[in-house]
């Protein structure tokens, strides 16, 4: 942060990168809608649009066929910068791929065999170089979405940008202009940018940069879904703010009120000064409670334990004050892209989180494909994926489908066998039911293994263990013997719930009927941890459940010990943690386990949380 002296001589850097001679430039308050919460101060980063400007263009007829295949070449480029965009979306917070993807498919739509490829290919042939035919074609369109007699203006709008944006695209390209990167911003910056287009918001880096302004954007647009997504501070629709900022000036820019001050005076300073250390000492409280340990007030230590779901929360993870990560879910690797992950690929991916764990240990899922999970490269691959139509969530799911493919499965074992030579691994197996699995899977772990070894691959010093989840009612009620089999359990109990109760997880209409405080599913529960504890293999649940801090009470009282969450959501239960014995967890569990219904369960679980937490 800067000093807060800014009458006294240097002269404010704003001043100098002006070139005026004011002494204390002015400040200047410009308001837009808030949409990340945070303070950022530092310099200012004014992004300049570095499109071609257009005049229109017309060409000899016997430049019509260049023309064309320039236009081809154009739109080749074009799908090749989105495939790639759409491959880096698994990098990107779930919230933020989510919003990403489907404008992605539009944008690829556009420039399939779409009205605007027609109208501009004519266009040309019509005697207009590529890029005016491009303009003109796009302005045209977007004109005729604007004139619709849809109620839902700004869907329209949204629309008729979607449009311009591939245009400003195709002409990019035809013009060989290049893109500008913000991967260059230095540390700190604050950008300030006309607008923000959501694949460009994608490419922002939160580490390095300190806030957003824009010009233009809504509170509900693509990009600020974006920017919430990946936590950058923010304020979208600063009118002004491209005017009369210059890249180097000072601003303060607070992202929950909507402002951003330009040469920001003594008072401002100091003011965003309080605001900040308040933010400090926020993240100072969650860090403290990071360093303490997870144990109960009788002494009884818990591990907790982090879900992956996306690379992009790994520096959260390595923060959250967790002992490893419980569930790593691989499925994203393969989602979202034409073709499967090699073995290289994959063992990088992994090796990442295993380094950024610092020794602590990741356990890995092998694929979880199947249900309502759909993986277009797997389709695309020749492996067998068929969901029958009949109920693809009793169809080929989870280690099932990996064992009709072991090609897959090796690959996949190869690599995690490989990025435990970096660190710590656990693997872990989907959707189980039966011992069989177990060991067919073992067999092929073994295979891996020698030909890792025949290759001269480094492998871990010891062979990681193999667990499985436990999601399906036989897998629970066959946990003595699988125990046998398998050396760790998690229990998933959002499957194990959906399973148990036969109600699917995504269906509203059954929504009232998947409850994991039913006495069936707790008695699942139950009995795996007790067998797991006979037989001395750890036990954990990484359902949804094991992030509720309600619950927690509950789940130490029946055994459990090792819990994995999203990992915001470690710090409420590790308080609860902190502030309860297990004496009582387990007289609560005593009575839970002697309810028969679900509201009375619910009852002693709240009634327990307000007297003791
Ligand atoms: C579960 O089923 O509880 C689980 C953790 O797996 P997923 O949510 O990935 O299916
Ligand atoms: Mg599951």
New binding site residues.
């Given amino acids: 942060m800067r000093k807060t002296e800014q009458k006294a001589a240097p002269r404010p850097r704003a001043a100098r990168d002006l070139g005026t001679d004011t002494e204390v430039l002015p400040e200047r308050l410009f308001t837009g809608l808030p949409i990340v919460s945070g303070i950022a101060v530092g310099p200012a980063y004014l992004f300049e649009d570095q499109s071609p400007v257009l005049t229109s263009v017309a060409i000899e007829a016997d430049a019509v066929d260049g023309e064309l295949d320039r236009f081809d070449g154009a739109i080749k480029k074009s799908r090749r910068q989105l495939t790639k965009l759409r491959s880096q979306l698994a990098m990107l917070p779930a919230e933020g791929a989510a919003e990403l993807e489907p404008l992605l498919d539009a944008y690829m739509q556009m420039i399939g065999p779409s009205r605007l490829l027609r109208g501009v290919r004519k266009r040309i042939e019509s005697l207009s170089a590529a890029e005016t035919a491009v303009h003109d074609e796009v302005e045209d369109l977007a004109a005729t979405i604007l004139a619709m007699p849809d109620r839902d203006r700004a869907g329209l709008k949204r629309r008729a940008e979607e449009i311009r944006e591939i245009g400003r695209r195709l002409i990019r390209n035809l013009t060989e202009t290049p893109f500008q990167s913000f991967a260059k911003l230095a540390q700190g910056t604050i950008l300030v940018i006309d607008t923000l287009r959501p694949a460009d918001a994608a490419l922002l880096s939160p580490a390095r940069l300190a806030g957003v302004v824009t010009e233009e954007g809504g509170t509900d647009g693509h990009t600020a879904v974006m920017l919430r997504a990946l936590g950058i501070p923010s304020i979208l629709g600063a009118e002004g703010v491209t005017d009369v900022i210059r890249s180097g000036a000072l601003l303060v820019l607070d992202g929950g009120a909507g402002t951003v001050t330009l040469n920001p005076g003594p008072a401002t300073m100091a003011a965003a000064k309080r605001s900040s250390a308040n933010f400090a000492r926020e993240r100072q409280k969650l860090a403290q409670l990071r360093r303490l340990a997870a144990e109960t007030t009788d002494g009884q230590a818990v591990e907790l334990l982090a879900n992956l779901e996306v690379p992009l929360e790994l520096p959260l993870i390595a923060q959250a004050g967790v002992e490893g990560i419980g569930?790593f879910?691989s499925e994203f690797m393969f989602m979202n892209r034409a073709e499967l992950p090699d073995e290289d690929e994959q063992t990088e991916v992994y090796g990442q989180a295993v380094e950024a764990m610092e020794g602590d240990p990741v356990t890995i899922r092998v694929l979880?494909w199947g249900g309502e999970k759909e993986i277009e490269a797997l389709q695309n691959s020749g492996f067998t994926t068929e969901i029958s139509g009949i109920n693809p969530a009793l169809g080929l799911r989870g280690i099932r489908m990996l064992l009709r493919n072991p090609e897959l499965l090796e690959t996949q074992l190869a690599a995690i066998l490989r990025a435990g030579a970096r660190g710590p691994v656990n693997i872990l197996l989907p959707m189980v039911t039966s011992i069989d699995e177990v060991r067919a899977t073992r067999d092929i772990l073994h295979k891996v293994v020698r030909r890792l070894k025949r290759r001269g691959e480094e492998l871990p010093a010891r062979m990681p263990p193999l667990g499985i989840?436990i999601?399906t009612p036989a897998a629970a009620l066959s946990a003595d013997a699988l125990a046998l089999e398998a050396d760790f359990f998690a229990i998933?109990?959002?499957?194990?719930t959906m399973y148990a109760m036969a109600a699917d997880r995504g269906d509203i209409e059954v929504a009232k009927l998947y409850d994991p405080l039913h006495p069936g599913l707790l008695r699942l529960v139950q009995f795996t941890v007790e067998a797991s504890l006979r037989l001395r293999k750890p036990v954990s649940v990484?359902?949804e459940m094991a992030a509720n801090p309600k619950l927690t009470p509950l789940l130490l009282g029946l055994g459990l010990r090792a819990l994995s969450m999203n990992a915001s959501a470690v710090p409420k239960v590790k308080l609860v943690v902190r502030s309860v014995s297990i004496a009582d967890c387990a007289r609560l569990a005593r009575r839970v386990m002697e309810q028969t219904e679900p509201a009375e369960i619910r009852a002693l679980v709240e009634e327990f949380a307000e007297k003791s937490l």
């Avoid at 998933?492 to 194990?496: E, P, Q, V």
């Fill in positions: 569930l879910r979880d989840m999601e998933g109990t959002n499957d194990l990484c359902g």
